[in-house]
């Protein structure tokens, strides 16, 4: 019987963190099973689990955070094939600075950005050997029995500065004085004192709920039932929140930043610029009050839908496996 070739996936986060990095494994190594045997790992050492040594190629998630990783393969297996996918934190912040970062990419033998604007950021010499796969869910109808006598936004993400809950709370404060809106926040709180922040605005604000970290099926569901994802962050490889709203039809009010533009595009017309909590506000506010605001976001997501399919994505990365692969074979 023929074999599969093993791929190994190296992930600094397991189930029991919740999030992107997690779910972006998991969802490879489904996506990758009909072709390859895949398993995942922290932490991969040449002998530090019986599997290795059958291990083809390796596919590690995160510059920095899998650095010990990747050097240990590229040094246990100097002609085997590297693919490194680059996070938010590794392309908007850790290449410029972090050493191991900027060693992991001179060792992995191609890239995965996940939005279209992320080879960009990448140094000129390395661009030729970058892709971007987009990231894929399932899609769901859009609710048709949302109220029509409020708007309900949802912010998903957890609790630490990078998805900027600072200005999502700052705009929340200036609508205040609206009964109409109903703002749920769903996330870990990573950072006491915004886990502080978000108790505050409870309880001063009783249209705000700090729902805390949900179930990836609340989670999407919430998302559904929304009038709008409110994604304020401020670094951001490919939000996952953003495509499930995409998928769900719930137009999305995100931050000008490449991470959303590189999924939602350039002409899409919810953005507010990073950190401005005052035109986040203003934005919220049109949702409710311009009938023509949500028709028309909905429509731009729609027309970008399939992008984040399944197929699409299982498609994109099998292409750069099985090229890798035949141009650096294992043996």
């Not at 995160?62 to 393969?73: D, L, M, Q, V």
Request: charged share 25%; aromatic share 6%.
């Amino acid at each position: 019987m023929h074999r599969k070739p093993q791929i190994v996936i190296v992930t600094p986060a397991l189930a029991d963190a919740n999030n992107g990095n997690w779910r972006t494994a998991q969802r490879w190594a489904r996506l990758l099973g009909p072709a390859y045997s895949v398993r995942l790992t922290k932490l991969w050492k040449p002998d530090g689990d019986a599997r290795s040594a059958d291990d083809a190629l390796m596919i590690a998630l995160h510059a920095r955070r899998s650095a010990a990783s990747i050097a240990a393969w590229r040094a246990a297996r100097p002609r085997a094939p590297l693919l490194l996918a680059l996070t938010g934190t590794d392309l908007y912040r850790d290449i410029d600075e972090d050493a191991d970062a900027q060693r992991s990419l001179e060792l992995a033998d191609a890239f995965v950005v996940l939005n279209e604007l992320g080879p960009a950021r990448l140094p000129a010499r390395w661009r030729t050997r970058c892709h971007v796969v987009l990231q894929s869910c399932s899609a769901r109808r859009p609710r048709p029995d949302k109220p029509r006598n409020t708007l309900r936004a949802v912010m998903v993400g957890h609790l630490r500065d990078e998805k900027d809950p600072a200005t999502w709370f700052a705009a929340i404060r200036r609508l205040a004085g609206r009964g109409d809106l109903r703002f749920d926040h769903i996330g870990q709180g990573l950072d006491e004192n915004l886990a502080q922040q978000a108790r505050a605005l409870m309880a001063e604000h009783p249209h705000y709920r700090w729902l805390g970290a949900l179930g990836h099926g609340q989670a999407r569901r919430r998302i559904q039932q929304a009038h709008v994802l409110v994604h304020p962050s401020v670094m951001e490889g490919g939000a996952q929140v953003v495509i499930e709203a995409i998928r769900s039809g719930t137009p999305v009010l995100g931050s000008r930043m490449d991470g959303n533009v590189g999924l939602l595009g350039a002409d899409y017309g919810g953005y507010f610029p990073v950190g401005d909590a005052k035109a986040l506000a203003t934005l919220i506010e049109r949702a409710r009050d311009d009938a023509a605001m949500l028709p028309a976001l909905a429509r731009q997501i729609e027309a970008r839908a399939a992008l984040f399919s399944p197929q699409a994505e299982s498609a994109a990365l099998q292409r750069i496996v099985q090229r890798l692969l035949r141009q650096r074979p294992s043996g």
